[in-house]
């Protein structure tokens, strides 16, 4: 059973317009979401996480939403930049200890 | 900081061959993760540390694959014998305590690309 799944592993985005990342869930006891960003022969790193409370959460460019009723998450970046270009893991984490990924997204920004 | 520093960077082995993977966790982190990224699994949690104890370890694929932490500021991933099948990047992550676990980030090392032949 995968508990996160992110269903596009790609998106094509152009300079300047909106990136809209989606992310759903199954596992109704993650206590906070996470994203994060992904450069070739790096790490992961830590990009927004939004609380299970919320529904949303904004952090410069970076927005992240949460609808809990359909169990659903999205990351929009505003504007977008080449720099972007990356791949960004959606992840859901409990209190009990663990953090589970989705498979990623890669995302391209044209310049 | 410098940082999750993971060694070897890249690891070429032939079948049957013992593979050991080495992580340091960021100085006073309390928690700490192995992770695998292949293409067709995506990033999956091995185990993970708390305090340099295994506390999960349900994500480990089989029994020839083991993990210790011996103290704060190390820990190993080995697998005997290797497999071509866990060909696969892997990542060490490390992650501080805080009251509230969830919302804390994970710090990554730069992983660790296997190929086992």
């Known amino acids: 059973d995968q508990q996160v799944k992110q269903n596009s592993p790609s998106l094509s985005v152009q300079e300047g317009r909106i990136s809209i990342l989606n992310c759903d869930y199954t596992?109704?006891?993650?206590?906070?979401f996470l994203w994060y960003k992904k450069y070739p022969a790096e790490g992961p790193t830590f990009l927004i996480s939004i609380s299970s409370i919320k529904d949303k959460n904004e952090d410069g460019r970076f927005t992240v939403f949460l609808n809990k009723s359909a169990k659903h998450l999205s990351l929009h970046i505003v504007p977008s930049q080449p720099g972007d270009s990356a791949v960004y893991f959606c992840a859901g984490s409990t209190n009990a200890g663990k953090s589970t990924f989705g498979d990623g997204t890669t995302l391209t920004v044209k310049p | 900081d410098a940082g999750v520093i993971q060694s070897p960077r890249h690891e070429v082995t032939e079948m049957g061959q013992e593979v050991t993977l080495r992580c340091k966790p960021i100085s006073g982190h309390d928690y700490l993760f192995w992770y695998r990224q292949t293409m067709m699994r995506g990033l999956e949690l091995l185990i993970y540390f708390n305090n340099n104890v295994p506390i999960d370890d349900s994500g480990m694929p089989e029994d020839r694959f083991s993990a210790k932490m011996p103290n704060a500021s190390f820990s190993t991933l080995k697998i005997q014998p290797s497999e071509p099948r866990d060909s696969a990047v892997y990542f060490c992550?490390?992650?501080?305590?805080?009251?509230?676990?969830?919302?804390?980030?994970?710090?990554f090392g730069p992983g660790t690309r296997l190929l086992v032949l």
């Open positions: 992550a490390s992650s501080p305590t805080t009251g509230a676990w969830a919302e804390e980030t994970q710090y």
């Open positions: 596992n109704s006891m993650f206590d906070y």
